[in-house]
C-alpha cells in the first residue's frame, strides 16, 4: 500500500539519496555524468533543498513502509491556478509498481484543495517518463531550452494536466 508525508528539512539527506540513486537511472543514457554531478549539485545540495523548500512542498511516497520516491511541488505557479511539479522521483526498484500514478493521483488531490485546475511539470525530451506522463493525460504545451550554467542546458518539453 503507498501512503503519502510530507517532508521537512529533516529530511534533506533521504531526499539527497533517492536523487543521487535515481538521476543516474533517469538520465545516464541521456546526459553526461559531469552534466548528472553539476545537476545534483545545483539542485540537491542541502543549501538548494533549503531553498527551494521555502516555496515547494516536499513529499515522501511510502510503500509497505519504505520511503521509495519523492516530489517538490508548488501551488499557486506563476500567479495562477496551477500546481507545478518541480521534482518527482521514484526508485529503481519500485518503478513498475504504480508508484508514481498514485503519487499523481495524491499530487492532484492536494492541488484541487488549493483551488488548482491544472498540473504542469518539464521532462527531458528524451527522458522515458515522458511516455508515462503523457499515457497519464498530460499533454506536451511548448519546449523549452534552459541554461543551467557550466555549458549545460536542460532539453525538456513542458506538459500540463487539466484537473
Same mark, same amino acid.
Given at each position: 500500500m503507498v501512503e503519502f508525508k510530507q517532508a521537512t528539512e529533516d529530511d534533506i539527506s533521504q531526499i539527497q539519496d533517492i536523487a543521487t540513486k535515481t538521476w543516474p537511472v533517469a538520465y545516464?543514457?541521456?546526459?553526461?555524468?559531469?552534466?548528472?554531478? @553539476?545537476?545534483? =549539485?545545483?539542485? @540537491?545540495?542541502?543549501?538548494?533543498?533549503?531553498?527551494?523548500?521555502?516555496?515547494? =512542498?516536499?513529499?515522501?511516497?511510502?510503500? =509497505?513502509?519504505?520511503?521509495?520516491?519523492?516530489?517538490?511541488?508548488?501551488?499557486?505557479?506563476?500567479?495562477?491556478?496551477?500546481?507545478?511539479?518541480?521534482?518527482l522521483y521514484i526508485l529503481p526498484e519500485a518503478q513498475g509498481l504504480s508508484v508514481?500514478?498514485?503519487?499523481? =493521483? @495524491?499530487?492532484?488531490?492536494?492541488a484541487l484543495e488549493r483551488f488548482s485546475i491544472k498540473l504542469s511539470l518539464n521532462v527531458n525530451k528524451f527522458n522515458s517518463a515522458f511516455n508515462f506522463y503523457e499515457k497519464i493525460g498530460f499533454k506536451t504545451v511548448k519546449k523549452e531550452i534552459i541554461d543551467i550554467g557550466n555549458n549545460y542546458i536542460m532539453d525538456d518539453f513542458v506538459m500540463e494536466k487539466d484537473i
Open positions: 545516464g543514457q541521456i546526459l553526461s555524468a559531469a552534466q548528472i554531478e @553539476y545537476m545534483l =549539485d545545483l539542485f @540537491y545540495s542541502a543549501a538548494a533543498l533549503k531553498k527551494s523548500m521555502e516555496s515547494q =512542498d516536499y513529499i515522501f511516497a511510502i510503500n =509497505d513502509g519504505v520511503i521509495v520516491g519523492f516530489c517538490g511541488i508548488e501551488h499557486n505557479f506563476g500567479s495562477v491556478p496551477t500546481t507545478r511539479i518541480h521534482k508514481g500514478r498514485k503519487f499523481i =493521483d @495524491y499530487i492532484t488531490e492536494i
